[in-house]
């Protein structure tokens, strides 16, 4: 007698007995919203290269902008449950987790570690309510792994900055309200947030993209963009400021690969057990079997290490170098997963009536945007051996 196919792979591994009550909750509460809101429509909006922008005022309503931030209207719950949500965003498409993260880990924790209390005051709350949208403008057309050489520039006038240059491969930059934007200034490196409508600073989207459809992703562009010394982040000096936003998006992205192949594996074993050929469903044979049993262990082994990396954040003792090794592995592990699931389906794996290919695509970008693979096996080598090889 066989035994019902499991709907989701991770039950193998009992995750849900390592949370809480509250963690389960939030994680449930946010994968129904996405049910209802976003998985009906998403391969639509994936193929027509459509955000729906719209579900911004929701999200904030649900509580997931700015989640883990403290006070000025964000809900401030713990790594684990912001983790967990990620995981949901990005079970249902990379597009809506990159909002959520550069929202609220970008733009938003920017403002809220490195700025002045009016700046927090003013754009805070709005963020967090999705009645305005973030960007966050680090990486140049000629600098992305090594942004202590972007050419972007501020330099005084007065008692106002002038800021020239121009950012590349920012999420939600068509559609921001501010932007936070990273510059050279005689002082180092420093932050600054400028509201859309700012003379002299435009936005152009990048079209022809295929990944991350269903999101906005844009070049920034500032010609003599005079701003006042208030809309300096006051904290912020050096590199120090941009990566420690960094490390913030890392943290969910490496939740949010977990979603990614979970939502994958569970369209393999769905398609595999209605799948008939040669009088039996395929998930029958024993190649199948290999293929999901090797990504149910990867995918849970995935999942494990992100929830303990959240712990370790939850007790304010995790290092930058412990958030590459789970950016690394699970981001690799995943983008593998849903390369695999699109064999278990076939020729029915290239449409986007099912998810795998559409992931696959997806984390191409996700291998490579905030920190690539490559980077982040550097900062892990250097973890090991204690010798920096970037250079």
């Known amino acids: 007698m066989s035994a019902k196919p499991l709907k989701d792979p991770l039950e193998l591994f009992d995750i849900a007995s390592v949370l809480t009550d509250e ?28 955000f729906a922008r719209e579900l911004a005022p929701e999200l904030g309503k649900l509580g997931v902008l700015g989640m883990h931030l403290e006070g000025y209207g964000c809900a401030g719950t713990n790594a684990v449950s912001y983790g967990l949500a990620c ?27 490195w ?35 972007m050419r972007t520039k501020a330099v005084r006038e007065g008692g106002d900055w002038i800021l020239n ?5 920012i999420t939600n930059g068509g559609i921001a309200d501010v932007a936070t934007v990273w510059a050279q200034t005689e002082e180092g490196i420093r932050g600054f947030l400028v509201p859309r409508g700012t003379p002299g ?4 989207d990048i079209k022809q993209k295929m990944s991350l459809r269903a999101s906005i992703t844009s070049e920034l562009y500032f010609d003599n963009v005079r701003l006042p010394d208030s809309a300096r982040l006051p904290f912020a000096e050096g590199l120090r400021g941009p990566l420690s936003c960094l490390n913030e998006a890392r943290f969910g992205i490496l939740f949010g690969a977990v979603g990614a192949a ?19 469903p395929i998930s029958a044979f024993q190649l199948t079997q290999k293929k ?14 992100a929830v303990h990396l959240g712990r370790l954040k939850d007790q304010h003792r995790i290092r930058p170098e412990q958030i590459s090794v789970g950016k690394l592995n699970n981001v690799r592990e995943a983008i593998a997963i ?21 992931h696959a695509n997806n984390l191409e970008s996700v291998l490579t945007y905030e920190g690539t693979s490559e980077m982040h096996t550097l900062v892990v080598g250097q973890a090991i051996t204690g010798y920096p090889a970037f250079r």
């Open 23 to 50: 963690e389960r909750e939030i994680q449930a509460t946010v994968a129904r919203f996405l049910a209802d809101r976003v998985r009906p429509h998403i391969g639509e909006w994936f193929e027509n290269a459509h």
């Open 87 to 113: 995981l949901e965003l990005e079970a249902a498409d990379s597009g809506f987790r990159s909002f959520v993260s550069v929202q609220g880990s970008l733009s938003m924790f920017s403002i809220w570690k």
């Open 115 to 149: 700025g002045s209390e009016e700046q927090k005051l003013e754009w805070l709350p709005r963020l967090a309510a999705g009645e305005a949208i973030g960007c966050f403008g680090l990486t140049e057309p000629d600098f992305g792994s090594n942004p202590s050489g």
């Open 165 to 169: 240059g121009s950012k590349m491969w």
């Open 201 to 204: 600073f435009t936005t152009q």
């Open 262 to 280: 979970r939502d994958s594996i569970q369209a393999a074993i769905d398609y595999a057990d209605s799948r008939v050929q040669f009088d039996k």
């Open 292 to 305: 999901l049993a090797d990504m149910t262990v990867s995918v849970g082994s995935a999942a494990l290490l």
């Open 338 to 358: 849903a390369r695999e699931c699109r064999t278990v389906l076939g020729a029915n794996g290239i449409s986007l009536e099912y998810s795998p290919l559409r």
